[in-house]
């Protein structure tokens, strides 16, 4: 299948690259070098990139309340999308920074007309801020920003090469799935997205690929989706 118009989500851990948390420059400088790549071959494309390697609200004080943590998700993506946005318009590519809500003179605030528009012109999007509410995942706004931009399917680069029953890093004989429906996804309790973003995915019907971040992996997976697992 060609794609002419993808979402990419990426983890905040990428940012990292080995070192696990903070800002990798070489790292994110390979990322860029990727989704050049793809944009290269014809592919419009649209960033939503997590917090991960700097904040994670799961690790927060028991006492701390959900909304200020997923206010604080939502701020820590921004350096992440601030340094993508940085390497790719260093490197001659033009790229624009929109987010849930307005950070006046970094990013104007989301209006998925004019982020159409912009990638009809050739240009790359990164969207940062979440959904701008609590409660949402990255995960989610992945999802909704895909819808609302009109994106063929939805990439999610992950650190296995699809989705499996289990972890497998702790289980290895956990089962890996070549496809699944969103139904499917959600009855099996599958935490490669949360069960809100898989289903407005698919009251959506837009289609998922989750792969397996690697040098060329994204070219790679973009000709072939089946070296991923594809969530239809």
């Not at 696990?20 to 990322?31: D, E, P, R």
């Not at 799935?177 to 935490?191: H, P």
Request: charged share 20%; aromatic share 8%.
């Amino acid at each position: 299948m060609f794609y002419n118009r993808i979402l990419l989500k990426l983890s905040g851990g990428l940012f990292s690259g080995e070192d696990g948390s903070g800002l990798n420059f070489s790292a994110i400088a390979k990322i860029a070098d990727e989704i050049i790549a793809a944009k290269n071959s014809g592919i419009e494309i649209t960033v939503v990139n997590g917090a991960g390697n700097i904040f994670r609200g799961r690790n927060r004080p028991p006492t701390f309340d959900r909304i200020a943590a997923d206010q604080i998700g939502f701020m820590a993506g921004i350096p992440n999308s601030l340094a993508l946005l940085e390497i790719l318009n260093g490197n001659g590519v033009d790229t624009r920074l929109m987010s849930a809500f307005e950070i006046p003179g970094i990013a104007r605030k989301f209006d998925p007309f004019k982020a159409r528009k912009l990638l009809q012109e050739g240009k790359i999007i990164i969207c940062a801020g979440g959904t701008g509410e609590a409660f949402f995942t990255h995960d989610t706004a992945a999802v909704l920003r895909a819808l609302e931009i009109k994106a063929d399917a939805l990439f999610k680069a992950t650190d296995v090469d699809g989705v499996y029953s289990e972890d497998p890093e702790v289980n290895p004989t956990a089962k890996r799935y070549d496809t699944l429906s969103y139904d499917e996804a959600i009855a099996k309790n599958l935490r490669i997205l949360d069960q809100t973003a898989f289903t407005l995915a698919g009251e959506n019907a837009l289609p998922i690929v989750v792969f397996k971040w690697a040098p060329d992996s994204l070219s790679r997976v973009l000709k072939n989706p089946s070296l991923g697992t594809i969530i239809s």
